[in-house]
């Protein structure tokens, strides 16, 4: 059904950032729940780099990391 895979990839700082300042969902706000996430992080992105995903910094401003998607997914 998809014909392409957009992986963000976002440094372990930006992420626990990001998850802290969610306002609409509880998922990732505790220490334990961001360790488990972060613990996972490099082998989702290697399973999914080798199935062939296209690589986007999502460290940018988001205007940039919107801009290269949109880009990268034509």
Not at 56 to 71: F, R, S, Y
Request: hydrophobic share 40%.
């Amino acid at each position: 059904i998809f014909n392409k895979i957009i992986l963000l990839i976002a440094n372990p700082d930006n992420i626990r950032q990001r998850l802290r300042a969610r306002t609409d969902n509880g998922f990732g706000k505790s220490a334990e729940v961001q360790e488990y996430i972060l613990n996972r992080k490099d082998v989702m992105e290697e399973s999914l780099k080798e199935k062939g995903a296209i690589v986007v910094d999502a460290n940018q401003d988001i205007e940039l990391v919107v801009k290269e998607v949109l880009e990268k997914s034509v």
